[in-house]
């Protein structure tokens, strides 16, 4: 926390502390940063295989029965 008498921290010097603080250092941020980002554009790629394929939805596609599931 900063001394009353010094400048308030930036949000940023906080932001990095605070990633710090949690083990979290720049190198693996980016590092996690980068994988989240790796299996949004795998999923994206998946849904366009899909909707090439014909299978998302389109008019008169097969549909699975549903499936119960016993809740307890």
Known sequence: MPK?????MRA???ISEILEEAGLDRARARQLRRQLLEGVI?????QLARIDRGEAGA????KR???RVPVQ
């Open 4 to 8: 009353r008498d010094s400048k308030p």
């Open 59 to 62: 008019p008169g596609a097969k």
């Open 65 to 67: 029965p549903a499936r």
């Open 42 to 46: 795998l999923l994206c790629q998946w």
């Open 12 to 14: 940023c010097c906080m």
